[in-house]
């Protein structure tokens, strides 16, 4: 099993940005995507973006193409979530999560694909 802990997460104005970063421990071997998501309060859980981790491949939700980007550090079992251009929108607490199995990477972002998962940290915009 997998332990996630999510950290980077605050307080931003609108058209800023912050880095939230995912690290792994436990068995981290076996993980094959990891990906980010996010809740607002009285919201669905929205698929942010994904990144294989062989290889590197990513996708993101339309709501963040072009202003977010996930990247990955191997050597230290961390995936990183850049955001710019923040916007009030993306208010909401992010998640990080890890599946170990294959995945078609259209699934990439359907959070019921993922069964380990960290606490979260609050991203909080203002206007």
């Known amino acids: 099993q997998v332990q996630l802990v999510e950290s980077g997460g605050g307080s931003v104005q609108a058209g800023g940005s912050l880095r939230l970063s995912c690290l792994a421990s436990?068995?981290?071997?076996?993980?094959?995507?990891t990906a980010w998501f996010r809740q607002a309060p009285g919201k669905q859980r929205e698929g942010v973006a994904a990144?294989?981790?062989?290889?590197?491949?990513?996708r993101y939700g339309d709501s963040v193409k072009g202003r977010f980007t996930v990247s990955q550090d191997n050597d230290k079992n961390t995936v990183y979530l850049q955001m710019n251009r923040l916007k009030y929108e993306d208010n909401a607490m992010y998640y990080c999560?890890?599946?170990?199995?294959?995945?078609?990477?259209?699934?990439?972002?359907?959070?019921?694909?993922?069964?380990?998962w960290g606490q979260g940290t609050q991203v909080t915009v203002s206007s």
């Open positions: 436990g068995s981290t071997g076996s993980s094959y995507v």
């Open positions: 990144i294989l981790r062989a290889g590197g491949a990513t």
């Open positions: 999560a890890e599946s170990s199995t294959w995945l078609p990477s259209q699934w990439f972002l359907f959070s019921e694909k993922y069964n380990d």
